[in-house]
């Protein structure tokens, strides 16, 4: 077959392709100013627009949660630079094609001055070794390395090579760009859509291009010949997965612990009803209640470890679905009972300065006298033993010598705290007055 005919047939295999491919590929733009949402990225005057126009973009990195448009991106600046763009996969990728890349642009450089631009999609996927393999080539500027994560760059790419490219962090689309997105969508597909069954889908992908154009893709087919109405969309949407990757886990962790903290129940079932849905294991949530309990209630509300520790034991014993209800009725706990971290305080401020060297001898009169000879060595001597004392407690001296007066333990005036606080004081104030500190 001639190479003409070939051509043909490649051709028209092509445009079949594109024919048969997702809304989503169909869509995707061709150039920068094709690009829909990220205009802090790409509005005028903005940093990777400027970059982009002038062909000067380094490395780069985009990170960003899914259907945020990094590849649409990573193409829209392709379609933009004189340089040849080359593309792989992390996924399917090894250090052979890594090398064989670096080689051809090695190549390309010395016998046409031609720069190479590579496109690696799913970045985090690459392992150290993958990863090091690019870095003397970008360091070199063999090559412009631009890689798409959905995961926090800071934890999954290579400190030498995630400092030798600009991070640009890719935000969630909001309603005006998922709008203008489906409106494309509808116009390429030739189909109309009801004003309330385009809002539906806007509010229902939170922020992700990807899966509006997926939905009203499948909407469009399931509505066939008839205008899309809102039942099209939520049948479209019914199997939808809520979105929740690496970053995700960390940043709605963090709210539901600072919620906790913040004393508002609302926030926090919000976020735990978040991780819920999304599959976070129910035992990471539980343990993070048992470590708020302490760090965050601690004795202002002494119930509350026992609570989140029973929710933990619940988790294992019960299992999900049915123990959200616990976790929820725990989290509700932690949430609305008074706040104080002073125990946290107390050890972190004894640990740092056991750790500076501030040290002392065990007193004589505590040391263990339990063994034969002990009490010729004078240990246990003078020691008052406090459940002889009608107080239950005695003012003898507990700390090393050059420690004496210090205070690690500063209670609040917060909850069961408030006593705590008003019984040391008395004890400090008349240590040899006969005080019944019985509550």
């Not at 392709?17 to 802090?40: E, K, M, N, S, Y």
């Not at 065990?362 to 034969?372: C, E, I």
């Not at 050059?402 to 008395?426: D, F, K």
Request: hydrophobic share 40%; charged share 25%; aromatic share 6%.
């Amino acid at each position: 077959m001639s190479g003409d005919g070939s051509d043909l047939f490649s051709s028209a295999a092509a445009e079949q392709l594109r024919r048969q491919a997702p809304l989503a590929a169909r869509l995707r733009p061709r150039t920068i100013d094709d690009v829909v949402g990220q205009d802090h990225l790409v509005g005028p005057g903005r940093p990777l627009r400027r970059l982009t126009e002038q062909d000067r973009l380094s490395s780069a990195i985009f990170w960003g949660p899914p259907g945020t448009g990094k590849t649409t991106l990573a193409r829209a600046i392709a379609g933009s630079t004189s340089r040849v763009v080359e593309q792989l996969s992390a996924v399917s990728a090894g250090v052979k094609d890594v090398r064989e890349v670096i080689e051809r642009a090695r190549r390309r450089l010395g016998e046409h001055q031609q720069g190479t631009m590579l496109f690696l999609d799913e970045i985090h996927r690459f392992s150290k070794a993958q990863q090091d393999a690019l870095l003397p080539a970008v360091e070199d500027g063999t090559l412009i390395l631009v890689g798409a994560t959905t995961e926090n760059p800071y934890f999954e790419v290579n400190p030498p090579l995630r400092s030798r490219s600009t991070l640009f962090r890719l935000e969630p689309l909001d309603n005006e760009a998922l709008t203008t997105l489906v409106e494309r969508g509808l116009a390429l597909e030739g189909a109309e859509a009801d004003d309330d069954a385009i809002r539906l889908l806007v509010d229902r992908v939170g922020g992700d291009g990807r899966q509006a154009l997926t939905g009203i893709e499948v909407a469009i087919a399931i509505a066939g010949d008839e205008k899309v109405t809102v039942e099209h969309v939520e049948a479209a949407l019914s199997t939808s997965a809520l979105r929740y990757g690496r970053d995700d886990h960390y940043d709605v962790i963090s709210a539901f612990i600072k919620s906790v903290r913040g004393s508002d129940a609302d926030a926090t079932v919000y976020w735990l009803a978040r991780m819920l849905e999304a599959g976070e294991d129910a035992r990471f949530i539980a343990r993070r209640m048992v470590i708020l309990a302490s760090e965050d209630v601690g004795l202002a509300d002494p119930l509350a470890l026992v609570v989140a520790n029973a929710a933990a034991h619940a988790v294992e014993y019960v299992g999900l679905p049915e123990a959200q209800l616990t976790l929820s009725q725990a989290a509700i706990y932690l949430a609305t009972a008074p706040k104080s971290n002073r125990a946290a305080e107390a050890i972190w401020r004894a640990t740092a300065e056991v750790r500076d060297g501030v040290l002392g001898e065990v007193p004589a009169h505590l040391r263990d006298a339990s063994y034969q000879g002990a009490k010729t060595l004078g240990h246990g001597s003078g020691y008052e033993y406090p459940h002889d004392d009608e107080r239950g407690w005695v003012p003898q001296q507990y700390l090393p010598d050059p420690l004496v007066g210090r205070q690690w333990y500063r209670p609040s005036e917060h909850g069961r705290e408030r006593q705590i606080a008003e019984t040391i004081r008395r004890r400090q104030a008349a240590p040899d007055d006969r005080i019944d500190d019985q509550e």
